[in-house]
């Protein structure tokens, strides 16, 4: 995780976005990313769960565009796909 966070340059006002559309449980997912991001990075960590039917939401997308870090959850890269495939993700 350290290296993770050393090669995205993490400044103070940066922040993270986890997308876990790959996982069966994507709460679940961004717990356990959580958990071991936060003891080594104090910087703001967010999570969004894109679908088909919010890979438009605009507030999201801005976001998405101006992380500092971008974490794609393990799973099946597949049901990452089928969100994500022909939207502005």
């Not at 995205?8 to 986890?18: C, I, L």
């Not at 991001?37 to 960590?45: A, G, L, Q, R």
Request: with cysteine.
């Amino acid at each position: 995780m350290q290296n993770l966070i050393s090669t995205a340059s993490m400044k103070p006002n940066d922040y993270a976005v986890v997308l876990p559309m790959s996982s069966q449980y994507p709460d679940t997912s961004f717990y356990y990313f959580k958990e071991d991001y936060d003891p080594v990075c104090k910087n703001t960590i967010v999570c969004f769960n894109f679908t088909r039917q919010t890979s438009n939401n605009r507030n999201w997308l801005d976001s998405l565009e101006h992380a500092r870090l971008i974490f794609i959850t393990g799973g099946d890269q597949a049901r990452f796909m089928k969100v994500v495939i022909k939207t502005p993700i």
